[in-house]
């Protein structure tokens, strides 16, 4: 046996491509996906429509809600008992206050009053008993008990209550399937709200009122006692009041001034002798002493001297110092010095007089006050007491008068903030003349946007997982492989088969495509020479290997070449049911020596093309195809005939296909259009070149024209020829 390693590669006339890449099998470039999106656009219809059958569906049969929304603004609680006498304005709510009120407004409690205040147990919406048919509904309804905790939660689940951003405004929204019933719902909660805010102050105000009565009666009692106490204990101790005090205590007070008055004179005048004299004993000018500058008669003595030195001054600059003026004007300067000494010795002599009359004073009222300070030491314990007393007195008094100026105030506000709350309704809920869910609208438009894009996005989710392949720049791009053609999948089931399209049709869109698949074949070089055997394989059963085997056999036949198709699947040969034929001996006997060529080829029924078909079966076909003697047949056959096609197994099924590419020029891939997964083509492939160096080309069949021009523009189109005429 040759080796068929060492044969030329086989070119198909493309240029060289890189090899297979099983990982890269499933590589999609972006425009593939883009023009894949645009191929499924009737997939993308028929998801929108379905979408929007559907959101239509749930606008038609949802029962529509109506949403309305009261808004209560939450103000300074005032007019309480409590804080009538604060001393600092009431601080407006804070947020711990506001979710406060809001778990009130949301308590069982009120959404109880306000069941019974609108019979709401009347209605179906809120009361499930009335939906439902159930024994223990039943029940219920003939002993007239609704089921009031559901109601309750039926209501609370319908209601939304939570501050608005950080005001102090609460909104309280209602859902109802009435318009009117959501409204009045909104509306009536706030007013209850408010109602039970007036009902619980007038309550605290009516027992604060009722307690500060009790207590002003008690305190009035004490008052009195009190009272009565201190002017008895005054009578008995002569503690008489003068100008707000005893008598003793006015004196001892006179005196503390006039004593506290004298000892500062005393001190003044001291200070002013010993100012005088320190100034004479530390030989400085007594002329500096305040009581000399402050004398009258120093001051225009002083006034004279300046006047005369002055003048002194004036006479030297023109006399000399015995001249007779300027001598008279020393002798007047002399003079005023002397009467200015003698007016400071009298000054002096006068603050040592002051200091002693200032001395005998304090000492008569020191004395005055010693006597009346023994007097008071008797007196000191029953002031003591009396101080007590009217201690008492005055603090049941203040108790008194705080205690009945709060109830006055509750008096007169009780009436005034009878009808006031600390809440007030600032927007009322409207009856709404169109649900606010479902927005139609808004509904629709969303619809329209989503089912585009669910459409989409399921369209790319097809295309991206799609398992074959649909274009020859696809092929070529991940598999490395030349593109050999398409072949069409005919409408409808055509008399005989596709293979007798050809003989039918010769000039139809599928020879047209055999033919196509022809030229890739002829066009094969196999070193200097002509491709002259042709494998027809295929990854899976039923993609159209043996079909297309036969119409290429036919259409090489019909141009005037000599052809025969030899069926090598012994496993479940059918290229005898594909033309027609009657089951016949053939490969199988050829090989094992039972029949001679003459015995096993047979002339096709729609050609000139001759056929071997694939005989009987067996025990292992494999050997028998891998044998020297199908090395044998095949080279008898290649020198008779032009073109020797061969139909193989499937290649993911048996062996045999990787066998008989060793031995053949050329191998044909038949893969399926968009069917045929990807990785196992690249597999296939795969296993094909580890099995021979020769070419291999790829053949898509049954394609779909309509979706495969979506794809790509290079599709065969049908062109119209002149009928053959008959000689």
């Known amino acids: 046996m040759s080796n068929i390693q060492s044969t030329p590669n086989v070119s198909f006339g493309d240029r060289r491509r890189p090899a297979p890449d099983v990982q890269g099998a499933g590589d999609i470039s972006p425009w593939e996906l883009l023009r894949g999106i645009w191929a499924r656009k009737e997939l993308i219809g028929i998801a929108f429509i379905a979408f929007m059958a559907l959101a239509l569906l749930w606008i038609m049969t949802v029962t529509p809600t109506y949403t309305v929304e009261t808004r209560v603004l939450l103000s300074t609680r005032t007019g309480e008992i409590s804080t009538f006498d604060a001393s600092s304005a009431p601080t407006p709510p804070d947020a711990e206050t506001v979710q406060s009120e809001i778990q009130i407004l949301t308590s069982r409690s009120l959404i109880s009053r306000l069941i019974a205040d609108l019979k709401l147990n009347d209605e179906p919406e809120f009361n499930p008993a009335l939906g439902k048919s159930t024994m223990g509904s039943l029940l219920g309804r003939r002993a007239g008990i609704p089921d009031e ?43 209850l709200y408010i109602a039970q805010q007036i009902e619980q102050k007038n309550s605290i105000n009516r027992q604060a009122t009722k307690w500060l009565a009790q207590q002003i009666e008690d305190l009035r009692a004490k008052v009195q006692s009190s009272e009565a106490a201190v002017e008895a204990f005054r009578s008995d101790s002569g503690l008489f009041l003068t100008n707000g005090s005893t008598v003793p205590q006015q004196q001892l007070t006179d005196l503390n001034s006039q004593l506290s008055a004298a000892q500062a004179d005393r001190a003044e005048a001291e200070a002013k002798l010993e100012n005088a004299r320190s100034l004479i004993a530390s030989g400085n000018s007594v002329n500096s002493a305040a009581a000399v500058l402050q004398s009258p008669l120093i001051q225009s003595l002083r006034q004279q001297e300046v006047a005369l030195r002055a003048q002194i001054a004036q006479m030297s600059e023109t006399f000399l110092p015995s001249h007779p003026k300027m001598v008279e004007a020393q002798a007047n ?102 649900p606010t869910f479902p927005k139609k609208g808004a509904v629709l438009t969303l619809a329209i946007f989503a089912g585009l894009f669910l459409a989409l996005i399921i369209s ?23 593109f050999l053609g398409l072949i069409p999948e005919l409408e409808g089931r055509s008399p005989g088969g596709p293979a007798a399209e050809v003989v039918r049709e010769p000039l139809g869109l599928y020879a047209e495509a055999i033919r196509g698949l022809q030229g890739s074949v002829m066009l094969a070089r196999v070193g200097n020479r002509r491709a002259r055997t042709v494998l027809i394989t295929s990854a899976h059963k039923g993609e159209g290997k043996s079909t297309t085997a036969a119409s290429l056999a036919r259409v090489l036949a019909m141009g005037g070449y000599r052809t025969i198709l030899v069926d090598a699947d012994m496993r479940a040969p059918c290229v005898h049911l594909t033309l027609g034929m009657p ?44 044998s020297s003697q199908m090395e044998w047949v095949l080279k008898a056959l290649d020198q008779t005939y032009d073109f020797v096609i061969i139909d193989s197994p499937a290649a993911m099924a048996a062996a045999d296909a990787q066998v008989l590419t060793k031995i053949v020029d050329v191998t044909v891939l038949v893969t399926r259009w968009s069917s045929t997964s990807r990785r196992v ?41 002149r009928p053959a005429r008959v000689a």
């Open 149 to 191: 905790d559901a109601i309750i939660d039926r209501v609370l689940s319908k209601l939304s209550v939570y501050q608005k951003g950080t005001s102090r405004v609460v909104a309280i929204q209602f859902t109802s399937t009435s318009a009117r019933m959501a409204a009045l719902l909104a509306n009536r909660l706030a007013e």
């Open 333 to 434: 300067l002399a003079d005023l010095d002397r009467q200015i000494g003698k007016e400071v010795d009298k000054i002096i002599q006068g603050l040592a007089n002051d200091a002693r009359v200032a001395g005998a004073r304090a000492a008569s009222l020191r004395a005055s006050l010693v006597k009346l300070q023994s007097r008071m030491g008797a007196l000191n314990q029953d002031e003591v007491q009396l101080r007590a007393l009217e201690r008492d007195a005055a603090t049941n008094r203040s108790l008194l008068e705080s205690f009945l100026k709060r109830y006055e105030e509750a008096n007169a506000r009780a009436e005034a903030d009878a009808r006031t709350a600390n809440a007030a309704i600032v927007s009322r809920a409207q009856e709404l003349s169109e």
């Open 460 to 482: 790319v989710f097809a295309e991206v997982f799609s398992r074959g392949f649909r274009t020859a720049e696809q092929i070529e791009r991940i598999t490395g492989t030349p």
């Open 583 to 626: 089951q016949q001996a053939g490969l199988s006997e050829l090989l094992t020596g039972r029949a001679n060529f003459g015995q096993v080829i047979r002339q096709d029924f729609g050609s000139y093309a001759h056929v071997m078909q694939a005989g009987g079966p067996l025990p292992n076909p494999t050997a028998a195809l891998a």
């Open 681 to 721: 083509v690249a597999r296939v492939l795969k296993m094909l070149s580890a099995a021979s160096g020769r070419r291999v080309g790829i053949l898509l069949t049954r394609v779909n024209l309509r979706r495969y021009r979506r794809y790509t523009d290079s599709v065969i189109e049908e062109y119209p020829a």
